[in-house]
C-alpha cells in the first residue's frame, strides 16, 4: 500500500482566495515535490503580502519655451509650451506631459481686459475644436498625448536630433510616418520644452517602484495689465504659472517643480502692438530676477520656489490645499507657520493652486 503524506497550507502565509487546504502527496519524489511547492508558497507569499520591485532614483524636470510671435494689431498673443518630464537614471524619459498656455486679449482701442480668463489647450478638449477648422484627424490634446507617448524610452539628444520639415503652412512636422499619422501639427515647440526640461539643471529627485503618475498644470492672469491712453502705452501682463508634480499610488507627491513665467506686450491707444519683453522664466532667471536686490527677501524666488516644493513632498492635493496662510502688509497669502515663512517668505497661493491642480491632472 503506498504511503502519503499531508501537508497543511495556512492562510497566515499570506495565501489568499480560499480555506486552508490539505494537499495529499505520494511518497515518489517527495523531496522534489516538497522543494517545488515550498518555491510555489514563497513566491504566492511575496506577492499576497505587496512584495514588489525594487526602488530606483528617476529626476522630475519641467522646460517651458515661449513667444509672442502671433501678436498683431488688436490682438496680444502669448504662447507657453510647457512639458514635464521624468528621467531614469539614464537619462531616458519614461514618463511626459505637455501643454500649453495659448493666451489672447483683444488689444482694440489700446483697452485690455484684466479679469480675463484663460484654458490651456489641454483644458479646451475637444472645445479646442482642431479638428472642425483643420484638416486634423486627432484634436490637439490627443495628439500631444501621441508625442509624449513617442518620448518615452528617448532621451534629449533623440528628440532634439528629430527628423522634421517645415510643411506648406510653414510649420515644423515631423518626418517619421507613425507619428505623423497621429501627431501631424507643428513639434519645433514641444522638442524644445521638452529638451530643456530633460536638461533642467534645478531638476527634482525621487526614488520609486516604478509606480508613479505624472501631473502638469497652467494658471494664467491678465490681472497687472494697464491699458493705453493717448499719452501712455498700455502694457499686456498675461502672466502664467506652472506646476508638476510626481504622486505615488497613494496620491501622495513624490517631487514637484514650479515655475512662472511674465512676459510684457506694449500697445498704444490705437491697439498697435509694441516691444514685446520676456527675459527668461523666474527659474530660469535666478540671480537675475533680483529679488533679493529689490526687496527685504533673503532668498531669489527660485530658491524660494525650492523650498515650497521640497514642503509639497508627502503630501496630497487636499492636505497642500489646506496649508493654513494670511494676508501679509503687502496684500499677499504667506504661510502662517513662521518655520516655513522662514524659507518661504513669497506669496503662495499662486504655487499651492497650480501644484495641487497638477496632482489633479496626474496620469
Known sequence: METCYSIFV?????ITGGEENIIMIGSTNMKKILAMLLLACMMLA???????????EYKLGMGISLNMDSSKTGNAQVDACCATVVLDKDGKIVACRLDVA??????TDGQVDTEATFLTKYEKGDDYN??????A???????????????????????????TVVNEEGHTVTTDETLYASCS??????????????????????????????????????AESTAATAEEEGVVKMYSEFGAVVLDKDGKILAALTDATQPQIKIDAAGEIGDKTFKGTKRELKEGY????????????????????????GKTAAELRATE??????GHQVFTDETLYASVSISVDGMINVVAKAADNAR
Open 10 to 14: 495556512s492562510k497566515s502565509a499570506c
Open 46 to 56: 511575496l506577492v499576497a503580502c505587496g512584495g514588489s520591485a525594487a526602488a530606483a
Open 102 to 107: 495659448q493666451n489672447k486679449m483683444d488689444v
Open 130 to 135: 482642431m479638428v472642425k477648422y483643420s484638416d
Open 137 to 163: 484627424t486627432h484634436e490637439w490634446y490627443e495628439q500631444a498625448a501621441a508625442f509624449e507617448q513617442y518620448c518615452i524610452g528617448k532621451t534629449a539628444d533623440e528628440i532634439a536630433g528629430m527628423e
Open 185 to 222: 501639427i507643428s513639434i519645433g515647440d514641444f522638442q524644445d520644452a521638452v529638451v530643456k526640461a530633460c536638461n533642467d539643471d534645478q531638476a527634482a529627485t525621487f526614488t520609486s517602484d516604478g509606480t508613479f503618475t505624472l501631473g502638469l498644470a497652467i494658471n494664467s492672469t491678465a
Open 290 to 313: 533680483n529679488m533679493v536686490a529689490y526687496s527685504d527677501a533673503t532668498l531669489e524666488w527660485y530658491q524660494q520656489a525650492k523650498n515650497f516644493t521640497d514642503y509639497c513632498v
Open 325 to 330: 496662510t494670511h494676508t501679509n502688509d503687502e
